[in-house]
Nanobody
Framework: QVQLVEFGGGLVQAGGSLRLSCVASGLTFSSLTMGWFRQAPGKERQFVAGISWSDGKIYYADSVKGRFTISRDNTRNTVYLQMNSLKPEDAAVYYC?????????????????WGQGTQVTVSS
């Protein structure tokens, strides 16, 4: 059974930091491209960052470049999202997702597995 479980969401003041973790089980983590997405109320799910399994290439949404960092630890079956300089507009439910293909895509429908999401709230 494939499971992705996110940890680390919470309430933070604007300018603060949070680190999200996503632990995968039931699949070969090292052969998965991993992505982070977010969804605010009334909005579509939005790509945040992704990391390829094959060459480690990393991609970010323009809105988070320079503030967020995605990384992975294949020994722990975990992908991380370090979020710094948080802004109120970063508030959303954050989801991790896994894709069995090679490259990173920003299209949610192309990801094979999803976590349940973790809430990030940023106070101004």
């Amino acid at each position: 059974q494939v499971q992705l479980v996110e940890f680390g969401g919470g309430l933070v003041q604007a300018g603060g930091s949070l680190r999200l973790s996503c632990v995968a089980s039931g699949l070969t983590f090292s052969s998965l491209t991993m992505g982070w997405f977010r969804q605010a109320p009334g909005k579509e799910r939005q790509f945040v960052a992704g990391i390829s399994w094959s060459d480690g290439k990393i991609y970010y949404a323009d809105s988070v470049k320079g503030r967020f960092t995605i990384s992975r630890d294949n020994t722990r079956n975990t992908v991380y999202l370090q979020m710094n300089s948080l802004k109120p507009e970063d508030a959303a439910v954050y989801y991790c997702a896994a894709d069995r293909r090679v490259g990173v895509t920003s299209t949610p429908a192309l990801y094979d597995y999803w976590g349940q999401g973790t809430q990030v709230t940023v106070s101004s």
